[in-house]
């Protein structure tokens, strides 16, 4: 048996609502002969004649009767399907987005995030999860939404991306440090003993980089995984940790913070998703809150998409 051509229902459903083939080609804006040889498919494919002579018009069967309203139906739940989304309903939307972001963003970002969510969307709930690594395999499979971090060559290729802010590394130390007076140079930041952050364990990163034209070395006493770690355990002692600014704002409260005394690449957060869900009104729309909170806690403009 061969597959049905739905685009008959459609010409079906105007044959049915004009009773003239005239008039429904013209409808359809098809010549006569065309919605004639129309009409002759649909009785080969129904097996029942649909519209028949009467007079000079024509009548529709039994068949064609019971069939009008149907067909009716499947065209509008068609249409429905695939014409554009209309506006989005915040006030009912009820859905629960799974947010992956590295250490900091939420600490930082999270409470006015939440806020705007909450006000805009009662029925939208936040779920965030920690960053381990930048494997695209999250947002692929839809277990994750969206995700803010830095893009670098482990990033997928498919994924869509969007720029959030830029951010540089900074130097952290407790109150009452001796890096909290006078003058740093690089060579008295690089002699202190300092606390390194690196997800995959590596003694070395882009501040250790930065130090080697110099011909210096920092002295890292222990590693950790996360920002706040490093940030906690610098409080607590004479470690110096190095963070990106912007991201552990709310983090270094407390603390003394410093420019580091040499020049350091800068860092490119950004919001990247899933192709899949770009032209998702409600995905469009956290991520418009995303970038709006961001740029507002920073104090600069947002960029839309």
């Known amino acids: 048996m061969s597959n049905p051509d739905f685009n008959l229902l459609v010409t079906l459903d105007v044959l049915l609502a004009e009773g003239s083939v005239a008039r429904a080609a013209q409808r359809l804006r098809l010549s006569p002969s065309a919605m004639s040889r129309a009409l002759a498919r ?24 019971e069939l009008r309203e149907q067909v009716s139906q499947l065209v509008r ?95 952290v130390v407790r109150l009452g440090h001796p890096l909290s007076q006078g003058e740093i140079s690089p060579a008295r930041y690089a002699a202190g003993r300092h606390v390194a952050v690196s997800r995959r364990g590596l003694d070395k990163g ?40 912007r991201h552990s704002g709310n983090l270094r409260l407390g603390m003394h913070s410093f420019a580091l005394p040499f020049a350091t690449p800068e860092i490119s957060v950004a919001l990247l998703w899933h192709p899949r869900l770009h032209a998702d009104p409600a995905h469009r729309w956290l991520r418009g809150c995303v970038r709006e909170v961001c740029a507002e806690q920073l104090g600069e403009a947002s960029t839309g998409e």
């Open 42 to 65: 649909l009785r080969e494919t129904t097996g029942d004649p649909l519209l028949v002579r009467a007079g000079r018009g024509l009548v529709p069967t039994p068949r064609a009767l």
């Open 206 to 245: 882009p501040i250790d980089e930065a130090l080697e034209p110099l011909g210096l070395k920092r002295r890292v006493v222990t590693l950790v995984e996360g920002f706040s770690t490093a940030l906690a355990l610098a409080r607590g002692s004479d470690l110096i940790a190095s963070v990106p600014e």
């Open 77 to 171: 739940d068609t249409g429905a399907v695939l014409r554009p989304v209309e506006n989005l309903d915040l006030e009912r939307l009820s859905r629960t987005f799974t947010l992956r972001s590295s250490e900091g963003f939420v600490e930082n970002f999270g409470p006015a995030l939440i806020a705007r969510v909450c006000q805009q969307a009662p029925g939208v709930r936040l779920r965030f999860v920690h960053k381990a690594d930048k494997d695209g395999a999250a947002l692929r499979d839809g277990s994750v939404d969206l995700e803010t971090g830095v893009v670098g060559k482990a990033t997928a290729p498919e994924l869509r991306v969007q720029g959030l802010f830029r951010d540089r590394f900074i130097g």
